[in-house]
Nanobody
């Protein structure tokens, strides 16, 4: 089971760090991804990481601003979000994924409760 946390309200240009904590499994067994859903829009992939082979995916819209990392000892994946923009606003979810490459990743798990990120202009 994965639990996302760390969302909040931030001004344009600000930073937030999201955390995804796991229970019942270890991250070296699974790849983990961050997805987001903005109001009135479809859910989209943001970033994914595979601890087993080091593969990382970033959406074009966040590459260079967001950094994903994994602390396997803590069973936690982080998403450091810098230079935030109003279009980054949405509910952010972490989920188990597969097939992580620099170009894509694919959902394999169940959606849990997300964390809301609001970027004010």
């Amino acid at each position: 089971q994965l639990q996302a946390s760390g969302g909040g309200l931030v001004q344009t240009g600000g930073s937030l760090r999201l955390s995804c904590a796991a229970s019942g499994a270890t991250f070296d067994e699974y790849a983990i991804g961050w997805f987001r859903q903005a109001p009135g829009k479809e859910r989209e992939g943001v970033s994914c990481i595979s601890s087993s082979d080091g593969m990382i995916y970033y959406a074009d819209s966040v590459r260079g601003r967001f950094t994903i990392s994994s602390d396997n000892a803590a069973n936690t994946v982080y998403l450091q979000m810098n230079s935030l923009k109003p279009e980054d606003t949405g509910v952010y979810y972490c989920v188990a994924v597969w097939g992580v490459s620099p170009y894509a990743c694919y959902v394999r798990g169940h959606w849990g409760q997300g964390t809301l990120v609001t970027v004010s202009s």
